[in-house]
């Protein structure tokens, strides 16, 4: 499997804040210390490019985002925090999302982990939400898209709604989505009767759970929903927004999951990508806060992901 991981995510500086640089320092270290370094590929890669930003965001918002962050203006919304090296850590997590989805589309490996901060899923063309600065899974849809896919799917387990993501393939028809996420919670959206509208109608599938699912619920709930959607779009690339904060220790969202409950996610994203495309799957790190049971979830991940 492909891995990238870079200390340089933690120069993204927020502060007192739950999507801090001790999350992404705290999985790089468990990540090297568990023999990841020796047992993927580690691919070198650059930020991502203003057309490829571009894809999803309006351009007035890149270059506003780049003047606060050079000046390093702080809260440039009510939940997100920007400081001066949150420019490159932006750039480049977006630029992990391209490089390894184009790496997976070439078939180089059928399987992608992406290790970066800040966080994407709530991102909209126009604005920040969320933590989130640029969308890094729908800039990497779009990226699947050029390199010749026709047809792709983006599974988002993150305990909040990616309402961003879910905006800008709303009415697209290439790019399905699907959601599990707690609710009612934050951002308030992600409702079962949010499917699509014109060519996307059907292609947006969402499974709110309220916040006392129990595993087996939460489990069945996302298996169902998942696969239903898959044979209905049959995507050629399965773009996975890996968010961690559904495990019950999570401070900032928490459902009923466990950190080896990751894994068993992960193996039903992989059936399905075994029956549509071929296993291939790029993972993007969204959410979760709890600086010890993020990193080990995260693990658990990744070594499902790369069985």
């Known amino acids: 499997m492909l891995l990238y991981l870079d200390d340089a995510f933690a120069e993204h500086e927020t502060g007192a804040h739950p999507e801090c640089p001790q999350r992404i320092l705290g999985l790089n270290q468990l990540l090297r210390n568990s023999g990841w370094l020796e047992r993927a590929v580690l ?5 991502a490019t203003p ?8 351009a007035a918002y890149i270059t506003d985002l780049q003047h606060w962050c050079e000046q390093a203006v702080g809260r440039i919304e009510s939940d997100t925090v920007i400081s001066h090296g949150s420019w490159k850590a932006a750039l480049l997590a977006a630029g992990a999302a391209v ?3 184009e790496r997976v589309m070439r078939g180089q490996q059928q399987t992608a982990f992406c290790a970066i901060r800040p966080p994407g899923h709530h991102a909209k063309p126009s604005g920040a939400m969320g933590f989130c600065l640029f969308n890094n899974v729908a800039i990497a849809a779009h990226a699947a898209l050029s390199a010749g896919a ?9 305990v909040h709604h990616g309402n961003g993501t879910q905006d800008v393939f709303y009415a697209d028809g290439r790019v ?3 959601s599990i996420h707690r609710s009612p919670f934050y951002p308030g959206t992600g409702s079962k009767n949010e499917t699509g509208a014109g060519a996307g109608l059907g292609y947006i599938s969402n499974a709110p759970v309220p916040a006392e699912t129990n ?4 489990v069945q709930t996302f298996e169902k929903g998942l696969t239903a959607l898959a044979d209905k779009t049959k995507p050629e690339l399965i773009l ?10 999570d401070p900032v969202g928490s459902l009923c999951l466990q950190d080896e409950d990751f894994a068993e996610l992960t193996r039903i994203v992989k059936q399905v990508a075994e029956v549509h495309c071929e296993g291939r799957i790029v993972s993007l790190l969204e959410g979760g806060y709890h600086l010890d ?9 990744v070594k499902a992901l790369a069985e």
Not at 43 to 47: A, C, D, E, G, V
Not at 150 to 158: E, G
Request: hydrophobic share 45%; aromatic share 12%.
């Open 43 to 47: 691919p070198h890669w650059t930020s």
């Open 293 to 301: 049971h993020m990193p080990r979830s995260a693990l658990e991940h």
């Open 215 to 218: 595993l087996r619920e939460f």
């Open 99 to 101: 490089d390894a989805t």
């Open 176 to 178: 399905g989505f699907f």
């Open 51 to 58: 057309e490829q930003l571009m894809a999803v965001h309006d």
């Open 240 to 249: 996975l927004s890996a968010g961690f904060d559904a495990h019950q220790a």
């Open 150 to 158: 026709h047809r792709i799917m983006i599974v988002d387990w993150d």
